[in-house]
């Protein structure tokens, strides 16, 4: 215990040593989360997926932990941008931020099946579609779409029979906009957009509750759902006859371990076909998504047709003008 407390003051004093608004600052804040430091400190478990088997993986998340850049990484991103781990973290190509945000809800959802029986995730629970509610919402961001839809519905989860609807959202706390906001202003940032474009339809016209499940890209997570996580945890102990404190630190692990694992697939997976055939060794060869035609069309002549297929999509892609 004092020994604990001791590196807590040691590390507090580091972390106000450094510069506000620096990276490492932010680092540092991130790792001293809740839920950060599962991924080094739990012990590890093939049956719950706690484990990363590949030597790589277990350095590029401590890499990624204390903000240092990551060894053999492509100089280019597919979509064309200087590559780093901050534009891995945050690039759309390749549709590796929409998994980890579906991954999150997926996981959540699971959970939630555990003690409650009407659980939705896919396909995405629908709000009822509105008749003129939208004319006195307060705030115009609202989601007034007849199509609008949440990404978990629980019904009962706060302990009454009303829905209760999730939506997450998972951000990377080194993005250069976030550095200079403290960390808990990020979220709250966050929490209060997802609540201005959901709260007040779902309360009004769903008659349900929501909550803005907001998380960082290292397993930290917002005030919300942090209190929504220990009330699954306290459901699901009770039901199971187990311990609070141990559901709750699994539950966490949990997401802590989906977390880190899609930030690994960002940082190492292909966002486009050809990507990693290491020929983009000279920017000025390619065209903005990082394809060298003349390299696709030589190579498609030994190829299935299945390859080709994709290779002409690519192709399309990368230029307007079709080759044959
Ligand atoms: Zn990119």
Redesign the pocket.
Known sequence: MRRSVEVGERAQSIVGELAVGSKMRRAMEMAREKGASCVFSVRPSEEFGFVFKSKRDFRDLLGMRYARPAVRLQDH?????V?SVG??QV?S?GGFINQRHNEMAELWGINCKKVHRDVQVRPEPMLLPLEGEQDDFKYNTANTEDEARSDVRVRGFWGNRQDAFFDFRVFYPLAPSYCSKSLKSVYRLHSREKKRVYEERITRVDNGSFTPMVMSTAGGMGPEMDIALKGLAAAIAEKEGSEYSEVVSVLRARFSFAAARCALVCLRGS?TLFNNRGFRGHVGEFDAVGVRRQDLAVSAITLSEFERKAINTEIARASPIPIN
Do not use: D, F, V
């Open positions: 991103c597919a979509c064309g941008a590559n534009h891995s690039c190509l966002r």
